[in-house]
C-alpha cells in the first residue's frame, strides 16, 4: 500500500468518527450498495485503495450504513448491468450531467491535463502550441466507432497525428491499472508527454520513478462543444431521489474530508462550475 492510501485512510477514519458539529444524518439502515470497476485505480479497486472507495467508506460512516460492493469492469453496458439491474444503488465519480443515472451535486471538478518529465521543462498549457507538431504525444483511444477523448479528437482536428500514440483506456485488463500505462510512457521516456484526465495523471505521477510535471490544459474552451473540465457527481437509479438527497447532505458537509481524500491522490482539482472554490 502506498503511502498516500494510508494517510487517506488516516484522514477518513478521523473526520468519520469525528463528524462534523451540530450535522444529524438521516438513518440508513442496511447497506450503501456500490457499483464500481475492480481494477481502475486510483478511482477504485477490489482492494479499495482508489479515492473513490474512500470516499464511499466516508458516506456510508456518515448515514451509518453497511459498505457493500458490485464488482463489474467499467465499459460499455456497466449501468445496465449493476445499477439499472438493481444490483447496487450508488456508483461514485459520473460527470454531473451524465444522462443515464440521477446525480448528486458534485463533490469535484478537474481537468484535462498535460503531462511530462519535470526534466525537460516543456510548461505546456495549450493544444495549439506549435511544438506538438514535433512531439511524441500519447492520448487516451476509446474505440474505434468515433467515441474517443477530446484531446484525441482535437489533435486529429488540428491535422497532428503522425506523432500521436494512442493508448487503449482499457488497457490489459489482467495487470493492476492498466489506464496508467499512458503515464507509465512519459516517464519511461517512450514519448516525450501524454494529455489525460487530472485524476488519473495525479495519481500515476505519484507513482512515477522520476519527476514529473502536470499542468492543466488552459485553452480547452475554445475547442467546443468538447469539453476539458467536468464536474463529478455520485450517481443514483434515476428517480431515486431520497438516496439523492441523503447524499447531497453528506456530500455537503464533508467538502474538506473530500477535498483531503481527493489531494492526497494527487487529483487536480479546478473551480466547480459556478464557484470560486476548487
Known amino acids: 500500500m502506498q503511502p498516500q492510501f494510508t494517510l487517506a485512510g488516516a484522514i477518513i477514519v478521523l473526520l468519520t468518527l469525528m463528524g462534523p458539529s451540530g450535522v444529524a444524518y438521516p438513518q440508513m439502515p442496511g447497506t450503501l450498495r456500490i457499483c464500481a470497476d475492480p481494477n481502475n485505480l486510483p478511482f477504485s479497486d ?84 506549435p511544438r506538438l507538431r514535433s512531439l511524441r504525444i500519447g492520448v487516451h483511444l476509446i474505440g474505434d466507432d468515433g467515441i474517443n477523448t477530446p484531446p484525441a479528437h482535437v489533435l486529429g482536428d488540428l491535422g497532428i497525428v503522425d506523432n500521436v500514440v494512442g493508448f ?22 517512450h514519448i516525450d508527454l501524454a494529455v489525460a484526465w487530472g485524476p488519473l495523471a495525479g495519481f500515476s505521477a505519484k507513482q512515477a520513478l522520476v519527476p514529473l510535471s502536470i499542468t492543466p490544459v488552459a485553452d480547452g474552451d475554445i475547442f467546443k462543444p468538447l469539453r476539458f473540465q467536468f464536474d463529478i457527481s455520485v450517481g443514483v437509479r434515476k428517480g431515486d431521489q431520497a438516496l439523492k438527497e441523503k447524499l447531497d447532505r453528506v456530500l455537503d458537509h464533508n467538502h474538506q474530508a473530500i477535498r483531503s481524500i481527493l489531494l492526497g491522490y494527487g487529483v487536480p482539482l479546478v473551480p466547480i462550475a459556478g464557484t470560486e472554490q476548487p
Not at 445499477?83 to 481537468?111: F, I, N
Not at 491499472?177 to 512519459?186: G, N
Request: aromatic residues 12%; proline residues 4%; hydrophobic residues 40%.
Open 46 to 129: 477490489r482492494n479499495s485503495d482508489g479515492f473513490e472507495n474512500k470516499l464511499a467508506e466516508l458516506i456510508a460512516s456518515q448515514l451509518n450504513a453497511g459498505l457493500a460492493y458490485t464488482w463489474w469492469a467499467q465499459r460499455r453496458g456497466f449501468i445496465r448491468n449493476t445499477l439499472k439491474a438493481g444490483e447496487c444503488d450508488v456508483v461514485m465519480g459520473v460527470p454531473t450531467d451524465y444522462g443515464l443515472v440521477t446525480t448528486t451535486a458534485p463533490y469535484y471538478r478537474s481537468s484535462y491535463v498535460f503531462v511530462s518529465r519535470a526534466d525537460r521543462a516543456l510548461r505546456l498549457t495549450s493544444l495549439k502550441d
Open 168 to 189: 487503449s483506456i482499457y488497457g490489459d485488463y489482467r495487470e493492476r491499472a492498466p489506464p496508467a500505462q499512458l503515464i507509465e510512457a512519459v516517464w519511461q521516456g
